[in-house]
């Protein structure tokens, strides 16, 4: 999608006619925090060129995320509801505070509900309970992992119940925590809510711990599995370097995107070799990953190979079909690459000893990280002010370091992948020294470690 087809124009529920219960300033010098105004806007696109001067249009622009000086709902009358949706992912409890305690003590908001167990949760066939959300009850959520509400997949194409139960509950904000498929849920609700002519707010937190939403710098969780990741590559070197031929093999989440991958092995410096599903690889041949990662071990005696999720799902998950929340089944590609290697060797007759780590529900239900939390908390603050400013159909993130509110359509619209000609991924290559492409195509130009050991074919 081209930036001039994009369309970062925000949805509003009507005039903002109320002034905001919050204290703030219009002036600057004055040591008082500023409102933000729908005027305070910043480019997606910061790359420029000299001499070159674009008219800036709606579509290259977005709102800045803050507190409004007029805002739409009266406070006293509001009732908020926050649902949480999909897999695990640090910070979600840290999300849920920030938004209790904002709603709570920024505009004296005292009726909130949690909503369990997903979009399920609103459907009269699962008779889930909700959960009323004070300070108390969110006061110490962040020291523990998962999510307080529960969560679920699925549920979310069940349009007209779930809003059939927003209008029983009388709430008139909306919350969803959660990735692209709740947020497509949160779109598709919004649009139903819209054609009943209803006054309801729907903001969106996104959460995805494989850091692919489009348009937005960094998802909540993401830190938090970087910095879990490298604990179990740091297990995983161990075990390679105390053993001759010693292998680690780890794991990690990216569905589509190797984020997760890529930055562990910056964190880390002990990985060799990073497999994602961004960059093709072979896994046979005279320049496939099982030749290079024979050279390794001839030349270093150990390798340490951190492989997402998503990677050569081209070959195993052609006829798996989607699960609940629309996403492709995957198969699981760490046992699978753990059997070929052991059979590439014992063919060849190389002994090795092979160490598999699978750390991905220890990081998603993980503790965020304490820069996770921050970011959790200022997301749910700025969650909190769009929604009573009467924004709706939004998602908040973090787009070239500022809070901004991006619309849902334009969030959900493509995914974020790993590109394998930035920095990002070039320095990884620096990181680890693997090949640039192991492909047999590309053969002849991507050997990198210097090695003379010709392997065994």
């Known amino acids: 999608m081209s930036e001039e087809k994009l369309d970062f124009s925000v949805e509003e529920l009507g005039p903002r006619n109320i002034r905001s ?175 009943r002519h209803l006054k309801i707010a729907c903001i969106g937190i996104p959460k995805t711990v494989d850091n692919d939403f489009s348009f937005i710098q960094k998802s909540f969780g993401f830190d938090t599995a970087v910095a879990k990741a490298v604990e179990a590559v740091a297990s995983a070197h161990m075990e390679a370097k105390s053993q001759p031929n010693g292998i680690g093999l780890v794991k990690v989440m990216g569905r589509e995107s190797g984020f997760i991958a890529a930055h562990t092995a910056l964190a880390s410096h002990e990985v ?39 990677a050569l799902q081209d070959v195993l998950a052609k006829n798996s079909g989607t699960d609940a929340s629309g996403n492709l089944k995957i198969v699981d590609v760490g046992p699978y690459l753990k059997q070929k290697i052991e059979e590439y060797f014992k063919k060849i007759d190389v002994e090795i000893t092979l160490k598999y780590i699978d750390p991905s529900y220890q990081v998603r239900s993980a503790v965020a990280v304490p820069v996770d939390s921050i970011y959790c908390d200022r997301l749910g603050n700025a969650a909190v002010h769009a929604a009573m400013a009467g924004k709706t159909k939004v998602v908040i993130g973090l787009v070239n370091n500022e809070f901004v509110h991006l619309p849902i359509k334009a969030a959900v619209s493509r995914r974020s992948h790993v590109d394998p000609e930035s920095s990002l991924w070039r320095d990884m290559l620096d990181a680890t020294h693997q090949p640039i492409l192991m492909t047999n195509a590309s053969a002849g130009i991507n050997f990198r470690d210097g090695g003379q050991y010709k392997p065994k074919r």
Not at 275 to 286: A, K, T
């Open 21 to 195: 219960p919050i204290t703030m300033s219009k002036n600057s010098g004055d040591f008082i925090a500023n409102y933000v105004s729908d005027d305070d806007l910043i480019r997606f696109d910061s790359n420029v060129k000299l001499g070159e001067q674009p008219a800036i249009e709606r579509s290259m622009v977005l709102e800045k995320a803050g507190p409004r000086e007029m805002i739409y709902f009266m406070p006293e009358h509001v009732h908020a509801g926050i649902v949480t949706c999909g897999g695990l992912c640090p910070g979600i409890n840290d999300v849920i505070r920030a938004i209790v305690r904002c709603l709570w003590y920024h505009y004296r908001v005292r009726r909130i509900t949690g909503i369990s167990y997903g979009y399920k949760g609103f459907l009269p066939e699962y008779s889930y309970p909700t959960k009323e959300l004070t300070l108390d009850f969110v006061d110490d959520i962040h020291k523990i992992g998962g999510t307080v509400l529960g969560t679920s997949r699925g549920g979310g194409k069940e349009v007209a119940k779930i809003v059939d139960a927003i209008e029983q509950l009388n709430l008139n904000i909306l919350f969803t925590i959660g990735g692209d498929g709740t947020q497509r849920g949160s779109l598709d609700i919004a649009d139903e809510i819209k054609r």
């Open 272 to 310: 060799n070799f990073v497999l994602i599903p961004e960059v093709p690889f072979d896994l046979e041949g005279p320049n496939g990953f099982f030749e290079h990662l024979e050279r390794r071990l001839h030349n270093r005696k150990h390798a340490v190979i951190i492989v997402a999720e998503g």
